[in-house]
């Protein structure tokens, strides 16, 4: 049985009182034509926040698909912490694109694309990074979408990440591995990490990090590329 997550946008009940899901626009074009999906077959939609049906094609329409809701799941594949990834914006925004895939992929509950010393002076186009999480969503298999956030500074990325209980910047001159300290905690607490632009954050910025309660960290040994980092960074986020 294949299924493919599509976002939910409308969902209703039937004379007989069953619940039926409506799949219209871009969703059902991609549903019938990309995919070719016919009557009968099954599908999971979600509606982004954790809500995942899994549903029978009842019609497809030129305008909509109708599907019979057979089952609801709450919280489908979700990652064993919430954490946030902040990056330094990159150029070019292919960069920023995969590091969005896959942290997505991989679990990651929201993202802060911020503006650093060192980052790229490039305006991120948010609704073309918004598409490319979603689908990374119905890639994963995963019942919500990140919420993907683009600030000016480092220190309203800092502000926008203050309710997280553990927060971490990467710093390769760190002598603290992030999966040690990880694997030492027995606790999941959320974990708001940060990752800097090509050539790091600046001796500044790191001071100023550390005042606001972020602990420096790194991966290892190895200098990993921006979006390399944010990937691998979610990756022990995801696992420990």
């Known amino acids: 049985m294949e299924q493919f997550i599509y976002r939910i946008e409308n969902l209703s009940t039937d004379e007989s009182g ?25 599908i999971l939609a979600t509606d982004g926040n954790g ?10 329409s030129r305008d909509a698909a109708v599907c019979d809701v057979l089952e609801e799941y709450r ?14 914006l990159l150029r070019p925004m292919s960069k920023m694109e995969l590091a969005l895939e896959k942290c997505t992929e991989l679990g990651a509950g929201g993202f802060i694309l911020f503006d650093s010393e060192r980052s790229d002076r ?14 990374a969503v119905k890639q994963s298999l995963r019942s919500r979408i990140p919420r993907l956030q683009y600030v000016e500074s480092l220190s309203k990325a800092v ?27 027995a606790e999941k607490k959320s974990v708001a990490a940060l990752v800097g632009p090509e050539g790091g ?40």
């Open 159 to 185: 502000e926008g990440s203050a309710h997280f209980e553990e927060k971490i910047v990467l710093h390769e001159k760190s002598k603290d591995s992030l999966a040690a300290r990880l694997q030492a905690t």
């Open 122 to 135: 490039v305006r991120p186009r948010l609704e073309r990074l918004e598409g490319i999480i979603r689908s």
């Open 75 to 88: 919280d489908m594949n979700r990652a064993p912490r919430e954490y946030l990834i902040g990056i330094a």
């Open 51 to 60: 809500s995942t049906l899994l549903c029978s094609v009842l019609k497809i």
């Open 18 to 42: 069953r619940k039926q899901v409506v799949i219209d626009g871009d969703e059902q074009f991609h549903l019938s034509r990309v995919l070719r999906v016919r009557t009968g077959e099954k």
């Open 201 to 240: 954050f600046s001796e500044n910025e790191v001071e100023f990090l550390a005042g606001m309660g972020y602990i420096s960290l790194s991966l290892g040994s190895a200098r990993l590329r921006s979006e390399t980092a944010a990937i691998a960074v979610s990756s022990v986020l995801s696992e420990y």
